[in-house]
């Protein structure tokens, strides 16, 4: 990892930047498919399924036998673990619920606000060597909880035309309404047109490689939207002597594993702890199955030093990090203070894995500094607030004449017309 000690701040920005790549070429490649899916529906969304999974499919949408079959498949173990994280997921989401917000804004004067479901969804779930069934609890169950009346999962499939038994048995548990085997640009493409079997969605969500990435923000320019632009998975941990060196690399490395684009970071105001730090990710990089994954990542990685916590403070915030860990003894400091965080987890004994999983909080998270603009995934992200209004005629009275003078200052006479209309219909 590279070591850095009292960075300047005017040297930040550089030091901060993420490994990301160049997304001129992939907006080529998307838009051709964009616009072949469009125009050819399941022909064309099966010959890049074909391409590029390998996979030649005689039906696309995955039936209640193979749902059956993969329950089969799914251990016990698996099965109570996955249950017992979606209930955990299910009560921080549904305490999120609110109800009507109603005033009176001036006599006879009445607003309201109220939420709806979106009607349609369309989640992507990455298959490959990470199946990412724990995405499907993040987004399905708030989708459920929501009332989405329609939660379309699109998921690549491998070789043998299957996916992955946790996905489907996932999807099944948690009310996903229909589960298709396409991945990849043909998959956000085909939720993005609608095709003769997959439904065309009001809202994408989910993670992805780096075409899924560019595929959901031209998917935008189509009339639909996404959860957030997500790209690389990241990690920052800040700690102090009071923190465990072990337990911090376990989570720089826990990040590294997702991919060779991830990043992680340490910011510590003890240069024991970062060399001590340092020695753990080298010893605990050489036991892991993805280790040559995990070094990739590792070699985009920092380990920097700083006098302070409140320069701590201050270059965290400028980063905006996914994930943000806090193994401090003052941690209620930072806790108070971060402005710029996905999701914060307090304490040497909250991994982030906890978050990924199964402690409730959700996982789909905002990348590449977005933290600072963008929320994760909630259960209002599946919902749209409306607005409702109700005047009476003593409300019309009161501000009529408000209207008239506002409405005639910007030139709009019709506007001024529709409040004079009435007024001189209660005379």
């Not at 850095?4 to 550089?14: F, M, Q, S, V």
């Not at 500094?369 to 009476?392: C, E, H, P």
């Not at 501000?399 to 709009?412: D, F, P, S």
């Amino acid at each position: 990892m590279n070591k850095i000690y009292n960075p300047e701040k005017a040297d930040w920005e550089a030091l901060l930047k993420r490994p990301t790549q160049t997304v001129a070429d992939i907006e080529a490649t998307v838009d051709v498919i964009f616009k072949e899916v469009k125009n050819g529906g399941d022909t064309v969304v099966e010959k890049y399924t074909r391409q590029f999974d390998g996979a030649v499919l005689k039906n696309q949408l995955v039936s209640s036998a193979e749902i059956d079959e993969a329950k089969n498949l799914v251990s016990p173990e698996l099965m109570i673990a996955i249950q017992q994280a979606k209930q955990n997921i299910e009560k921080f989401h549904s305490a999120q619920k609110t109800g009507r917000i109603e005033i009176e804004t001036a006599k006879g004067v009445k607003c309201w606000q109220e939420k709806r479901p979106i009607q349609r969804v369309g989640l992507y779930i990455p298959g490959g060597t990470a199946p990412l069934f724990s995405t499907i609890l993040m987004l399905a169950v708030p989708a459920e909880i929501a009332g989405c009346k329609k939660i379309v999962l699109c998921s690549p499939p491998n070789k043998e035309g299957k996916i992955n038994p946790a996905i489907l048995y996932a999807a099944n548990l948690c009310g996903v309404t229909q589960i298709f085997k396409v991945g990849g640009i043909q998959a956000i493409a085909a939720m993005t047109f609608g095709t003769e079997s997959i439904p065309k969605v009001y809202k994408i969500f989910g993670p992805g490689n780096q075409y899924v990435t560019v595929a959901k923000q031209i998917a935008t320019k189509h009339g639909v939207a996404i959860d957030m632009p997500a790209g690389p998975s990241e990690l920052l941990v800040v700690a102090d002597d009071s923190a465990n060196a072990s337990f911090v690399a376990s989570d720089l490395l826990s990040q590294a594993e997702h991919g060779i684009d991830s990043q992680v970071i340490l910011v510590t105001t003890s240069k024991a702890i970062l060399n001590e730090v340092e020695k753990e990710v080298a010893a605990q990089i050489a036991l892991l199955p993805r280790k040559e994954i995990a070094e990739m990542a590792i070699a985009n990685s920092k380990l920097i030093f700083v006098e302070d916590d409140e320069t701590a403070l201050n270059l965290i915030n400028e980063y905006g990090p996914e994930h943000f860990i806090i193994c401090v003894e003052n941690e209620d400091f930072y806790v108070d203070n971060i402005a710029n965080a996905g999701s914060v987890f307090v304490g040497n004994y909250t991994p982030e894995s906890a978050g990924d999983y199964a402690s409730g909080t959700n996982h789909t998270l905002p990348t590449n500094g977005y933290a600072k603009q963008y929320s994760g995934v909630n259960l209002d992200s599946f919902m749209k607030s409306m607005t409702f209004q109700k005047i009476s005629l003593e409300g019309m009275k009161g501000i009529g004449k408000t209207i008239e003078v506002m409405a005639e200052a910007e030139g709009l006479q019709a506007h001024k017309n529709a409040v004079t209309l009435r007024l001189k219909s209660l005379k």
